[in-house]
């Protein structure tokens, strides 16, 4: 009995020791962490990332070279800019265009086509002229045909390629075989001999370019830099004289979502750095 009382009396003992020990220890306090302000934790003053910003290009075929090089260029010069290319004839483009199509920016082949869609009110702002081209006759490497001048397009059996009616290089291609028709030495039905050799009409000019390279024709009339493009095609020039000045134009679409971004593509192109790298195709100078 008195052992057990012992043992009770020192776990007591203990228990209030222990009880004791607790109570002299400061309790914990709660306080605002203090954020550590020295230069090496300090958060690196970050500059937001540029709203990305996907363009939609829709260009003449003959553009195509250029456009991939500017396409290039300009997601370098303006980051989270992407620019997506799609090239036909013009006059195809704006068809699509006028349903409906997606594009924020058009690159055109001619004039005409631009502004009709700037007279419909599909635009923003009018059409801005960026770069000009001439047109020459393109043959196939081995010139089957024998053609050194313009006048042999109009030599019976001559198997010619044309673009469609409503493609910008057949206006072009149309003006020229009249000039041609004008010059001393072409017979007088110069144009309509060259219209009764006409074996296809493709859907734009880079179409022509593929069926002389193949052997499929004798002839075309092209853009100057669709020639310079290929490697396995002649050339046989248009005399100055009867050469026509082709004039490139684009507008901002209206219906696109990023306007100011459209609008900055342009500008760009139709300046120094889009014309610098048109030059490097053989485009000219707009007309002023």
């Known amino acids: 009995m008195r052992s057990r009382?012992?043992?009770?009396?020192?776990?007591?003992?203990?228990?209030?020791?222990?009880?004791?020990?607790?109570a002299s220890a400061s309790p914990a306090t709660s306080?605002?962490?203090?954020?550590d302000t020295s230069p090496s934790s300090a958060p690196a003053s970050a500059?937001?990332?540029?709203?990305?910003v996907d363009?939609?290009?829709?260009?003449?075929?003959?553009?195509?070279g250029a456009l991939e090089e500017a396409k290039t260029a300009y997601e370098a010069?303006?980051?989270?800019?992407?620019?997506?290319?799609?090239?036909?004839?013009?006059?195809?483009?704006?068809?699509?265009?006028?349903?409906?199509?997606p594009a924020d920016v058009f690159l055109s082949a001619d004039t005409k086509n631009p502004q009709a869609l700037v007279d419909k009110g599909l635009t923003d702002g009018p059409a801005v002229v960026f770069a000009g081209?001439?047109?020459?006759?393109?043959?196939?490497?081995?010139?089957?045909?024998?053609?050194?001048?313009?006048?042999?397009?109009?030599?019976?059996g001559v198997k010619i390629i044309a673009a469609g009616d409503a493609v910008p290089i057949t206006t072009y291609a149309t003006q020229v075989v009249d000039n041609l028709a004008k010059e001393s030495g072409?017979?007088?039905?110069?144009?309509?001999?060259?219209?009764?050799?006409?074996?296809?009409?493709?859907d734009n000019v880079k179409a022509v370019v593929a069926k002389i390279e193949l052997g499929e024709g004798d002839a075309g009339l092209v853009y100057v830099t669709d020639?310079?493009?290929?490697?396995?095609?002649?050339?046989?020039?248009?005399?100055d004289s009867a050469n026509v000045l082709a004039t490139y134009a684009g507008v901002v679409i209206k219906a696109s979502p990023k306007i100011d971004a459209a609008q900055a593509f342009l500008s760009w192109f139709a300046g120094l750095a889009g014309r610098a790298i048109l030059a490097g195709f053989g485009f000219l100078a707009p007309p002023s």
Do not use: R
């Open 55 to 64: 363009l939609t290009i829709y260009g003449a075929a003959s553009l195509k």
């Open 5 to 22: 009382l012992a043992v009770m009396l020192a776990i007591l003992a203990v228990v209030v020791a222990a009880c004791s020990g607790g």
């Open 186 to 202: 072409y017979p007088a039905d110069f144009a309509a001999a060259y219209a009764a050799n006409v074996a296809s009409k493709e």
């Open 133 to 156: 081209n001439k047109l020459t006759v393109i043959v196939p490497a081995d010139n089957p045909a024998g053609i050194t001048t313009p006048v042999d397009l109009a030599k019976a």
């Open 31 to 35: 306080s605002p962490a203090t954020p």
């Open 77 to 101: 010069a303006v980051p989270g800019v992407t620019l997506t290319i799609s090239t036909d004839a013009s006059s195809a483009l704006a068809v699509k265009i006028e349903q409906g199509a």
């Open 47 to 52: 500059t937001p990332a540029p709203a990305a």
């Open 227 to 239: 020639a310079a493009g290929s490697t396995k095609v002649a050339t046989v020039e248009v005399p």
